[in-house]
């Protein structure tokens, strides 16, 4: 599926839940149990996306010019934001990522549901995930060059 | 006044809305209460009646204005009972409060070698001013531990003080845990070493009693804020002796008897701290606020929010996963906890879906955090306007969050 048909399916998965705020949260909570397992290892500083209130730790891979992604947080709520963050941008090109436009964070009004501070961490979230594609692209093409 | 609870919040419009389309419940009072209409009004006809910059005006509007501004005054010495309303300074709030004393009474009377004592539970306002005091005059902060309660090591204080010790500076009631401190017994034991207390009441000063005389402290600070008045404004109380021996803080106008470019006399007591144009309107309408309570009385006050802290640690005992975080015996209406196996941001962001403002993190006492071992804590605190069906409801959104968590 392309990143538009993911972001498509998540929209119609939150309209289902409609406007009941709480079990949105839930949602999002439950979710984040899908994350794959993250190695205790790579909990370290130097993997804490800055710019977030909760801990979230970002690792990403490069296998056959696409980008893998791992990430794990000591929030419920903010594992299940990556969660989805991830399940859209997993396992693509880089530039498909860089230049991926996220609406369905908009669409879905996560702004309103998790107010003003998680949302700011939910920018860094992207912002981090867009410059380890930028970092890879460059990386790619500096290869592919030689 | 009597106590009518519906008569009370029929005085505070901004309980009366709705949050994601559920009646605001408001548990975050210990950052800061909400404000009673006659503050709103006063400030209103402040403006519209008075607006003037106070002292010295030659005129009917600066005539009144100034005498508003100093009849709050007057109101918040008796508040606290102080002697005399020169001992009352108004500033921007507890934080500037305690800079303030850092910054004239610490810098001039706090040397090399000399110590200061806080305790684990202080707010960051009560522990970075004494830190950076210390850095520049080589002085030494010492902190008094607590116990597993949250209650202070009494113990402990005692074998800190010394003829070194120069300033005590503690809470009264602790803005993470609600544990109220034996401060009469603290600041006799310090001034029998020679020094000096800071009272910090910005928690206190809503829920307790407080007799500046009786208590004898040199300085108490608080915050008009927390005690159903306006934001950016704040009280420092100080023996008049003591802020008489003390340098000013802001030069400017205002603070200053004569000023020429060789030399400048400074101003009596309190205008000495007072530089610059105040928060007028703010300190006007704080009075309203200082009536408001004196209209029910902190013993009604307190009765009431007594008794909600006990209903909900009643009902939240019950819940499968609660951990109570502060367990003094002595009190303010602070109820402080964590979930099992839950991140209190959360937690309080789905208590915010059922419309329950409450506060998460570290409540800007990361040292008391620490010494729990925990990041943070949910905390809900109530206030006068606060009602047991609210607890109700606390306590059912909590225990079906922690359900999630703790089958």
């Known amino acids: ?146 | 006044m009597k106590f009518d609870i519906n008569e009370i919040r029929g005085l505070f419009p901004v309980l009366h809305q709705e949050v994601h389309g559920k009646p605001l419940i408001y548990f975050d009072n210990a950052a800061t209460t909400q404000k009673p209409k006659a503050v709103l009004d006063a400030l209103m006809k402040y403006y519209e009646h008075d607006n003037s910059n106070i002292h010295r005006g030659a005129h009917a509007l600066a005539d009144r204005a100034t005498q508003y501004y100093e009849n709050t005054r007057e109101t918040v010495r008796e508040f606290i009972n102080a002697k005399e309303s020169a001992e009352i300074i108004f500033t921007k709030g507890t934080t500037e409060s305690i800079n303030l004393v850092a910054q004239t009474f610490g810098r001039k009377f706090i040397g090399q070698g000399d110590e200061i004592i806080i305790s684990t539970m202080e707010h960051h306002s009560n522990i970075v001013p004494w830190q950076m005091l210390c850095e520049e005059k080589g002085a030494v902060l010492k902190v008094i531990p607590i116990h597993d309660n949250g209650e202070l090591d009494y113990g402990e204080f005692e074998k800190l003080l010394s003829p070194k010790t120069k300033l005590v500076s503690i809470v009264h009631a602790s803005n993470a845990l609600g544990t109220i401190n034996p401060v009469k017994r603290i600041i006799e034991a310090a001034h029998a070493v020679g020094a000096k207390v800071l009272l910090d009441g910005a928690q206190s000063s809503s829920h307790l009693e407080i007799d500046v005389q009786d208590l004898d402290c040199d300085f108490l600070a608080l915050s008009a804020h927390k005690i159903y008045g306006p934001t950016g404004l704040g009280v420092l109380y100080g023996k008049r002796e003591v802020l008489e021996a003390m340098p000013p803080f802001l030069g400017g106008g205002e603070m200053i008897k004569e000023v020429t470019f060789e030399k400048t006399t400074y101003n009596d007591i309190p205008f000495k701290f007072e530089a610059g144009t105040p928060n007028i309107a703010d300190v006007i309408a704080f009075k309203e606020a200082l009536d408001f309570i004196k209209s029910l009385g902190k013993p009604v006050i307190k009765a009431h929010e007594d008794e909600l802290l006990t209903y909900s640690n009643e009902l939240l005992k019950e819940v499968k996963g609660f951990i109570p975080v502060g367990t003094a015996a002595d009190k303010v209406s602070v109820l402080s906890f964590n979930i099992n196996g839950m991140h209190p941001f959360d937690v309080g962001q789905m208590l915010d879906a059922r419309g329950i403002a409450v506060r998460t993190g570290h409540h800007c006492t990361q040292p008391l955090m620490k010494r729990f071992g925990i990041e943070g804590t949910v905390r809900a605190s109530f206030s006068v306007y606060n009602t047991k069906s609210e607890i109700e409801q606390l306590a059912e959104g909590v225990a079906r969050i922690a359900k999630i968590k703790n089958k």
């Open chain 1, 1 to 146: 599926m392309s990143i538009q048909e993911i972001q498509d399916e998540i929209v119609s998965e939150f309209e289902i839940l409609g406007d009941d705020r709480e079990s949105t949260i839930f949602y999002i909570m439950e979710i984040g149990n899908n994350l794959e397992a993250f190695p205790e290892e790579e909990q370290k500083e130097e993997n804490i996306i800055k710019g977030c209130q909760s801990k979230v730790w970002l690792i990403a891979d490069e296998k056959d010019g696409k980008i893998h992604f791992q990430a794990d947080s000591n929030t419920d709520i903010t594992k299940g934001l990556i969660y989805l963050l991830i399940r859209v941008l997993n396992d693509r090109k880089p530039e498909e990522i860089i230049q991926a436009d996220l609406d369905f964070i908009q669409k879905i009004g996560m702004g309103g549901i998790i107010g003003s501070q998680r949302s700011n961490g939910l920018a860094a979230m992207i912002k981090q995930m867009k410059l380890y594609a930028l970092a890879f692209q460059t990386k790619l093409n500096a290869s592919n060059g030689n």
